[in-house]
């Protein structure tokens, strides 16, 4: 049995290709490492995003391919390893509202790259410039690529074009986000959070706002590290993952500690029924 699950969700317009360094780190430390493709992205290019679908993407990963009446996560049981669930920009924003809405489908939370409300004249500004860009030639396929180069290592470069962009999906997806009221559901997520930000991300502006939402959220800021924090430092933000699931299992075992010492003894269903 691994000693937790990982489910792993990217950003706008990439896919879980963009996952493929963390995969690879992760896994070496006895993790099931589950990145998933967004509606309208990667193997669902074609596919219409919206809310509710990509909910019901993150809640049947989550629970290991199974899912209960439409769509509601299965709840895990307390001998299954921990659940955590890692979110970058779109998907840190979704990853924050999956939690507050289905709180029992998680045991931990790492929002990254999305402490900045999605609303107001940011949001309008963002919806202006993809406006824009989809009516290029290309609809912006030259120009990512161009920025991705910029901004990431070349091997990052090509773990984010290897699942293919997302051309069409920033206006639908951007109108969908700007729905949701990302401060009042971090406010009512239960379990333990971490808010992962590079320091030279513009979406951390309301780092302090967002950690204020959530009482005993634990703040990560990755020093030289810009918006797509998980490709610019790598091995960083592996590390802060890994910290989180060793306070995850910490907890785990806390709340074992009590049943051991009352003198409680599990006894497996096979051997019960017998």
């Known amino acids: 049995m691994p000693r937790a699950r990982v489910l792993l969700v990217h950003g706008i317009r990439t896919s879980a290709s963009m996952w493929r360094g963390q995969v690879e780190r992760l896994s070496r430390h006895d993790l099931e490492v589950v990145p998933v493709d967004l509606p309208g992205h990667g193997s669902r290019i074609g596919e219409p995003f919206t809310l509710d679908a ?44 999956f939690a507050a809405r289905h709180p029992e489908a998680l045991d931990g939370l790492v929002a990254a790259s999305c402490s900045t409300r999605p609303r107001g004249a940011a949001l309008a500004g963002y919806q202006r410039l993809a406006a824009l860009i989809s009516r290029l030639p290309d609809r912006g396929r030259r120009l990512n690529d161009v920025m991705a180069r910029v901004f990431l290592p070349a091997d990052a470069v090509a773990d984010v074009v290897a699942g293919g962009v997302a051309l069409d999906v920033m206006q639908p997806t951007l109108a969908a986000v700007g729905r949701l009221d990302t401060e009042r559901s971090l406010a009512s ?17 309301e780092e302090r706002r967002m950690l204020r939402a959530a009482p005993g959220s634990r703040r990560v800021v990755i020093q030289g590290a810009t918006h797509l924090v998980s490709l610019a430092r790598p091995d960083d933000f592996a590390a802060a993952v890994l910290g989180a699931v060793a306070e995850l299992e910490r ?22 029924a017998g």
């Open 251 to 272: 907890r785990a075992a806390r709340a074992r500690r009590p049943a051991a010492e009352s003198g409680e003894v599990a006894v497996p269903p096979s051997r019960a």
């Open 189 to 205: 997520v239960t379990v333990p959070v971490w808010l992962v930000n590079g320091q030279f991300d513009h979406f951390r502006l």
């Open 54 to 97: 990509a909910f019901r993407v993150i809640g049947e990963a989550l629970a290991g391919g199974a899912s209960g009446a439409a769509g509601t996560p299965v709840p895990g049981s307390p001998a299954e390893p921990p659940r955590l669930l890692v979110g970058l920009s779109l998907g840190g924003y979704l990853a924050i509202e």
